[in-house]
């Protein structure tokens, strides 16, 4: 069966990206601070979703880019 990545909010009021079958340690956990979370009123989980959706987008990018350059030079006899 497949492992889904799901976004939570921890009780400790972090919000966090781990995978759905794993009782495991979160792969990524934003932090907000109390000044941070009054600015932002409840639309602070929407910043956290907004920010790991980037790091996703990124790491897709970093990966495409990766085996580019892999490739390219890469000597086939």
Known sequence: MPSYL?????????IALQ???????????????EEAKAYLQDNYIE????????????VGIMAETTTEE????RVVH
Request: zero cysteines; charged letters at 30%.
């Open 70 to 73: 892999d490739e390219s030079n």
């Open 19 to 33: 995978r759905s079958d794993a009782d495991e340690k979160p792969l990524v956990t934003i932090s907000f601070s």
């Open 6 to 14: 799901e976004i939570v909010e921890l009780p400790d009021g972090n």
């Open 47 to 58: 910043v956290a979703k907004a920010m790991l959706s980037a790091g996703i987008h990124m």
